[in-house]
């Protein structure tokens, strides 16, 4: 009878401690499911570099503590995170290790999406003779975003040196030696503002104008031209200056106007990209996506915020996008209205399979760079050409807040973050 009432008494203990443990176990688990999920952000961070994190060299004050709230207690983002910059003049790791050092918090390469990024999806060109022109080690840019055969305008410069006649000192009467076997310029990528505008401006016209063959004077006007894919139409940017600088946009406006001057046509661009491009935040989002499966948010991301000082390139380029993603959203597919810079039309492909499950895209306009209230002409429509006219409303903000530390604030409260 003992031994009968010793069992019953443990096996009462081992089940009411076999419910305590399952009862503990799916505790953990379901907190470790539903926490994580309850936690885990439906949204995605696009910053803008310059004019947000830093003027030039010089980090904007507040930035790096402003970061501090995007990153666990081991440095980690465990906010889906991407800086969009239309600077065309450096590799995205460079770009990667100046980001690190700037806010004290680790950055990959493939959290930064430079202006000219995007041409690793026009495959259609990699494999085309193209010119590129720009400062830095553009022939290494271009390389890496995947063109293989590849002309810089001092090479070009070199091969046909009297083509150069505005610096007298470094003006050439004779050919060059290798002027007769030279291999036809088959289209024109413009990365950034180069160091020499007479120089470039000059070869570039050449080329477009000699169908990409400046040994020989055409018989007429070759008409159109050989391609143009353009990175960063940005007219101004600020740096440590009190007033804005001039960006690739001032270089892109005086490439229009000489050869529309010269030709009597306009100057047709193949690609614009870049901000305020869709296709620039079409990339965007694929990166930032990865960025979020990267760091465990294994689902789509139903809002993007972009944060930027511009709104002829930061706020009409988001809200551009958030055009698309809403037009995409009604229609089932995206069918736009035809034009020269939409995705499908640009990258030569159907885009019914790239719903990647954004809803909106919202403009966060901050006031530390080209924007100002204070300076009326931060208000002009500097759009690009072939983005007029533009409709005043994609020129609004959805928020203006004073610096990025508010506009992270914003979007945590929008999105009831912590």
């Known amino acids: 009878m003992a031994a009968l ?222 391609p143009v894919l353009a990175c960063n139409m940005d007219l101004q940017w600020m740096a440590e200056a009190c007033m804005p600088r001039f960006g690739h946009g001032a270089f892109l406006l005086c490439l229009e106007a000489l050869y529309k001057k010269i030709t009597g046509k306009d100057l047709i661009y193949t690609a614009l990209i870049g901000k305020p491009s869709e296709i620039t935040y079409h990339h965007a989002h694929h990166v930032v996506l990865s960025q979020a499966q990267s760091i465990g948010v294994n689902h789509h991301l139903k809002r993007l915020y972009a944060i930027g000082d511009n709104i002829n390139t930061d706020v009409f380029g988001a809200n551009l996008y958030n055009q698309y993603l809403s037009q995409r959203k009604a229609s089932g597919r995206m069918k736009q209205v035809a034009r020269t810079r939409t995705i499908e039309h640009l990258l030569q492909a159907d885009p019914s399979d790239w719903d990647m499950g954004a809803e909106s895209c919202f403009s966060i306009l901050v006031e530390t760079g080209v924007y100002s209230v204070d300076r009326e002409e931060s208000l002009l429509d500097h759009s690009p050409r072939d983005f007029l006219p533009v409709e005043e409303k994609l020129r609004e903000p959805n928020f203006t807040v004073e610096n990025v530390s508010k506009a992270i604030d914003l979007v945590f409260k929008q999105e009831s973050f912590q």
Request: glycine letters at 8%.
């Open 5 to 226: 009432m010793w069992r019953g008494e443990m096996g009462r203990f081992h089940r009411t401690n076999l419910l305590k443990l399952c009862t503990e176990v799916f505790a953990s688990q379901s907190s470790r499911y539903f926490g994580t999920k309850v936690n885990q952000p439906e949204f995605g961070l696009l910053f803008d570099i310059d004019g947000v994190i830093v003027r030039g060299k010089k980090v904007i004050q507040s930035v790096p503590e402003s970061f501090q709230k995007l990153v666990d207690k081991n440095g980690v983002f465990r906010v889906p995170t991407v800086f969009v910059t239309n600077a065309g003049n450096a590799l995205r790791h460079e770009r990667a290790i100046q980001l690190t050092k700037w806010l004290g918090v680790e950055v990959s390469e493939d959290q930064v999406v430079m202006a000219h990024s995007p041409l690793r999806m026009f495959q259609q060109f990699h494999d085309k003779r193209v010119l590129v022109s720009g400062q830095g080690p553009v022939a290494d840019i271009a390389r890496n975003v995947g063109f293989h055969n590849i002309v810089t305008i001092d090479e070009l410069r070199t091969t046909f040196p009297t083509l150069d006649a505005v610096d007298h000192a470094r003006r050439s009467s004779g050919a060059g030696p290798h002027e007769r076997s030279f291999v036809p310029v088959e289209a024109v990528v413009l990365f950034g503002e180069p160091v020499r505008w007479e120089t470039s401006l000059q070869l570039i016209l050449d080329v477009l104008m000699a169908n990409g063959q400046p040994s020989t004077a055409p018989p007429g006007i070759i008409y159109p031209h050989i």
